[in-house]
Nanobody
């Protein structure tokens, strides 16, 4: 059973930084496609960034330059470095994992419980 546990959320002022972590257990971490999703209050969950099993990353266009996803296979951890935070970044951040399919990575097989980020102006 894959288990994902997020940490690192909190309350910051506009312009601040946070680093989210996701600890993974129950599967060979290096074989998982990993991603972060954001769900703002009253809105649908949206993809923030992803990283495949080769370390190739992808970030939402609106977040490029402010957010960076990374992974440490030895520590079985996924990270999201968030800089220059804005009030619209407020919401729950979810770690997600998926097993690679024949046609590429899939990121929605497993979910964490989420960590809350609040950015005040």
């Amino acid at each position: 059973q894959v288990r994902l546990v997020e940490s690192g959320g909190g309350s910051v002022q506009t312009g601040g930084s946070l680093r989210l972590s996701c600890a993974v257990s129950g599967y060979t971490f290096g074989g998982l496609c990993m991603a972060w999703f954001h769900q703002a209050p009253g809105k649908q969950r949206e993809a923030v960034a992803s990283i495949d099993t080769n370390g190739t990353t992808s970030h939402a266009d609106s977040l490029k330059g402010r957010f960076a996803i990374s992974r440490d296979n030895a520590k079985r951890n996924l990270y999201l470095q968030m800089n220059s935070l804005k009030p619209e970044d407020t919401g729950m951040y979810y770690c997600a994992a998926g097993i690679r399919r024949i046609n590429g990575c899939y990121y929605r097989d497993y979910w964490g419980q989420g960590t809350q980020v609040t950015v005040s102006s």
